[in-house]
């Protein structure tokens, strides 16, 4: 499975993003797809889920103010983000399973 993530870039404090990841390979069965992001001098950590059936799961960073999405037919995942904060700073990755994992897409949140 291979997964091209898109849609970083620079955005004020309240602003918003939506990161885009598609995913080609071998997809079936029952799967998750999730978005993480990794601070300078953090830990990788978990934003939210979505699964094959369409069943999503926040971390409580992005509760309320993220919105994951998928498209089966396209095989691709979405992370629209709004309010954003200075310290959403991150790149995000998305990954398959927790397997395969796409490129980071940088997300800088600063006025």
């Known amino acids: 499975v291979q997964l091209q993530a898109s849609g970083g870039g620079l955005v004020q404090p309240g602003g918003s993003l939506r990161l885009s990841c598609a995913a080609s390979?071998?997809?079936?069965?029952?799967?998750?797809l999730a978005w993480y992001r990794q601070s300078p001098g953090a830990e990788r950590e978990l934003v939210a889920t979505i699964t094959s059936g369409g069943v999503p799961n926040y971390e409580e960073a992005a509760k309320g103010r993220f919105t994951i999405s998928r498209d089966s037919t396209l095989n691709t995942v979405s992370l629209q983000m709004n309010s954003l904060k200075p310290e959403d700073t991150a790149v995000y990755y998305c990954s398959y399973n927790g397997v395969y994992w796409g490129q980071g897409t940088l997300v800088t949140v600063s006025s």
């Open positions: 390979g071998r997809i079936f069965g029952y799967y998750v």
